[in-house]
């Protein structure tokens, strides 16, 4: 059975290969572009945040701020590379769309039933893309006023970590799910039913879009990534349940 780690390897092989690389080359330069703006606003910024929340702290805990002061650091770095990776996928996301086709294709050596025109999928897409947004902001808010709470705000790093993670995992595994017409709503129900694999899943897409560079290509490689864990994990999920078993079969 295939796991998150061997996923996201195996994916990053396949958008590598003859006939996927097309689809990773506009998406790679937009987010390169867009990983050069976001450091050079990260360092020009950073200490000003960080300055910023350390004089937020009550005086009753400064003899902590050797403790809190990491906390803010890797508490905004999360909510940066966050926000970076979301708006990365979602500028690329009518490229990622067909990307994802193209993997199914090859797993399955059968084109993908879809009548949509390009264009089409690819406004769909983008649809897609505020949906996940519209999801995923009200939660980001509610983070960020928590974040303003003395004491509650030390658990804000745990709290970025587990919404980054599971966050990252509606955002790859959903490009696989749009592409049979599971609509988003169940998406999140299949995601619950699996929630310990969605959580690793979305936990090493996360660590690894840490790597400065590196991570321009853990983007694309976790769409085909997503592809592999929909068709080991969530596929028979989404059938009626009475095929679910025949569907394992056929499977294996």
Known sequence: MINAASALGEGIRMVLRPGARRYVYIPLLINL??????????????????????????SWLAWLSWLIWPILVVAMAL????????????????????LAERIEQRL?????????SLWQQALDGIRRELHKLGWMLPRMLVLFVLGFIPVINLAAPVLWALFSAWSLAIQYLDYPM???QVSFTRMRELLR???WTTLTFGGV???????????LLIMPGAVAAGVL??????????LPEGNEAAARDRIR
Do not use: C, K
């Open 33 to 58: 572009l867009l990983y050069i703006a976001a450091v050079w606003w990260l360092v020009n910024s950073f200490e000003g945040w960080i300055d910023y929340w350390m004089a937020q702290v009550p």
């Open 79 to 98: 909510a940066v590379i966050f926000t970076f990776t979301m708006v990365a996928n979602a500028i690329a996301s009518p490229f990622y769309g067909f």
């Open 108 to 116: 399955s050596n059968a084109p993908v039933s879809d009548e949509r």
């Open 178 to 180: 749009d592409l049979h």
């Open 193 to 195: 039913r699996r929630w």
């Open 205 to 215: 897409v996360a660590a690894t879009v840490w790597i400065p560079l590196v991570n």
């Open 229 to 238: 864990m929909w068709r080991q994990h969530y596929r028979t999920l989404a």
